[in-house]
C-alpha cells in the first residue's frame, strides 16, 4: 500500500529526500505523513499532509528544515529533509490515516516500509 523511498546516508548540515508512493486503496480522503524511530526510543511525529487541501503540519524539531510535498497524480508524497542533524538520524516511516489535521499515530491506518536515515556529525 505505501512503498518509502529515499533514506540513506548524509552529513551534518546536508539534504536527503524521502518519497513515499500510495497505491491499492484511495487514499483521497487521509492524511499522508512520516513518523521516525530511533534506536530505544517511540516513534515520533515528523510531519503530515491533508491529501485535500494540502495542509502541513510539523514539530518544533524539524520546522523550518524539513518540508512535506504531494504528488495527486503520482499518489506520492515526499519529505525533502535540509540541515540535517545527528539526532534526525532514524528508521522513517511514512503513513495515512483518516485525518483532518495533525496525523497521529493512533490515527494511522497504513504504515510504509521503514527507511533508515543516518546523518554524520
Known amino acids: 500500500q505505501l512503498q518509502a523511498s529515499g533514506g540513506g546516508l548524509a552529513q551534518a548540515g546536508g539534504s536527503l529526500r524521502l518519497s513515499c508512493a500510495a497505491s491499492g486503496s484511495t487514499f483521497s480522503s487521509y492524511g499522508m505523513g512520516w513518523f521516525r524511530q530511533a534506536p530505544g526510543k517511540e516513534r515520533e511525529f515528523v510531519a503530515s499532509i491533508t491529501w485535500r487541501g494540502g495542509r502541513t503540519y510539523y514539530p518544533d524539531s524539524v520546522k523550518g528544515r524539513f518540508t512535506i510535498s504531494k504528488d495527486n497524480a503520482k499518489k506520492t508524497v515526499y519529505l525533502q529533509m535540509n540541515s540535517l542533524k545527528p539526532e534526525d538520524t532514524a528508521v522513517y516511516y511514512c503513513?495515512?490515516?483518516?485525518?483532518?489535521?495533525?496525523?497521529?499515530?493512533?490515527?494511522?491506518?497504513?504504515w510504509g516500509q521503514g527507511t533508515q536515515v543516518t546523518v554524520s556529525s
Open positions: 503513513a495515512a490515516g483518516l485525518s483532518s489535521g495533525p496525523l497521529t499515530i493512533y490515527e494511522v491506518d497504513y
